[in-house]
C-alpha cells in the first residue's frame, strides 16, 4: 500500500515538473512585439538560427538586411578582435488585421566600449497560427 502510493506521488510529481516545464519553454507568438523581441534575442544575441527559425513565418520571408546586418557584426568582431553586442530601444506596434510593422532602434555596443552605433529598423509581422516575423528592413 505504501510503496503504491508512493509511486503515485512520483507520478504526479513527474506531470507537474513537465507540465512547468512546457509552460516554460513554449513559444510566445501572442503579441507582435514579443516575437520580435524573441526573434532579435536569438537572431543577434544568442546567433542561433534555428531558434530565430521559430519566430519566422512559415514561407516568403525577406530576411536579406538583417543577414547582411548580423554578417557586418561577425566580421567586424574578427576584423578588429572586438565583441560587439546587440541591444534594442523599446518595440513600437502597428498592426492591421492578420498583419503589420514592429519598429524599434538596434544598438550595436563594442565590448571595449569603442563605439555605438544606433540604426532604425522596421520587422514585418502576420498573424500565421500566431504572429511570427516575416521580413526586416533597415530604415535610417
Known amino acids: 500500500m505504501m510503496s503504491g502510493t508512493l509511486v503515485l506521488l512520483c507520478l504526479g510529481g513527474v506531470g507537474v515538473a513537465v507540465s512547468l516545464y512546457d509552460g516554460a519553454t513554449e513559444i510566445k507568438r501572442t503579441s ?49 578582435s572586438v565583441g560587439i553586442r ?9 498592426t492591421q488585421g492578420e498583419s503589420g510593422t514592429v519598429g ?17 529598423w522596421e520587422f514585418r509581422v502576420v498573424n500565421q497560427d500566431g504572429w511570427r516575423v516575416c521580413g526586416a528592413m533597415q530604415i535610417s
Open 32 to 80: 507582435p512585439d514579443a516575437v520580435v523581441d524573441n526573434f532579435l534575442g536569438a537572431y543577434l544575441v544568442d546567433r542561433d538560427d534555428k531558434e530565430a527559425s521559430l519566430y519566422e513565418c512559415k514561407a516568403g520571408g525577406d530576411f536579406e538586411a538583417i543577414e547582411a546586418y548580423r554578417a557586418d557584426i561577425l566580421t567586424r568582431e574578427k576584423d578588429f
Open 86 to 94: 546587440v541591444s534594442w530601444s523599446s518595440l513600437t506596434v502597428s
Open 104 to 120: 524599434t532602434n538596434l544598438v550595436k555596443t563594442a565590448t571595449d566600449q569603442s563605439g555605438r552605433v544606433s540604426n532604425t
